[in-house]
Nanobody
Framework: QVQLVESGGGLVQAGGSLRLSCKAS????????MAWFRQAPGKEREFVAA????????YYADSVKGRFGISRDNAKNTVYLQMNILKPEDAAVYYC??????????????????WGQGTQVTVSS
């Protein structure tokens, strides 16, 4: 069973950048599709980005397309989320997720079996 630990969150001014990391342990990262979701206070958890096992295919929410980039280093069992041009509405707890199945909706939180504890991202205006 894989465990996921996020890091890299913090406080940043609007227009700034952050890079989140998600380290997987207890399993081989290359066996899992990985994704980032976020949840702001009072809102439902929403999809941000996903990446397939070898990093060759990525998916993005329209709200972050062109600003965020998801990547992975399977040798380090780590997935990254580079966040640029951050906006106040990007503020949320960001969660890393993993799933070992091949078929399914990679943008749906219900599809993912494994979750990290989350890392807080705060964007000041």
């Amino acid at each position: 069973q894989v465990q996921l630990v996020e890091s890299g969150g913090g406080l940043v001014q609007a227009g700034g950048s952050l890079r989140l990391s998600c380290k997987a342990s207890g399993g081989t990262a290359s066996s899992y599709a990985m994704a980032w979701f976020r949840q702001a206070p009072g809102k439902e958890r929403e999809f941000v980005a996903a990446i397939n096992r070898n990093g060759g295919t990525t998916y993005y929410a329209d709200s972050v397309k062109g600003r965020f980039g998801i990547s992975r280093d399977n040798a380090k069992n780590t997935v990254y989320l580079q966040m640029n041009i951050l906006k106040p509405e990007d503020a949320a707890v960001y969660y890393c997720a993993a799933e070992e199945r091949y078929l399914g909706d990679k943008t749906a939180s219900s599809w993912y079996h494994y979750w990290g504890q989350g890392t807080q991202v705060t964007v000041s205006s």
